[in-house]
């Protein structure tokens, strides 16, 4: 569900808000975006000009 997500700025890696998400599984998912930024950038310049 979509309340279950946390929302986290892949500019500053701020966790806007964590949902249902754990401590550990936002942790894991901010890390993910640490490692693959500039693909999270590209992708969204892609689509969204």
Known sequence: ?????????????????QGGM???????AVDVIEEHRQLFIDTWRKYHG
């Open 22 to 28: 754990s401590d550990r599984d936002v942790r894991r």
């Open 1 to 17: 569900m979509l309340h279950d997500l946390s929302r986290i700025d892949i500019i500053t890696l701020n966790v806007i808000t």
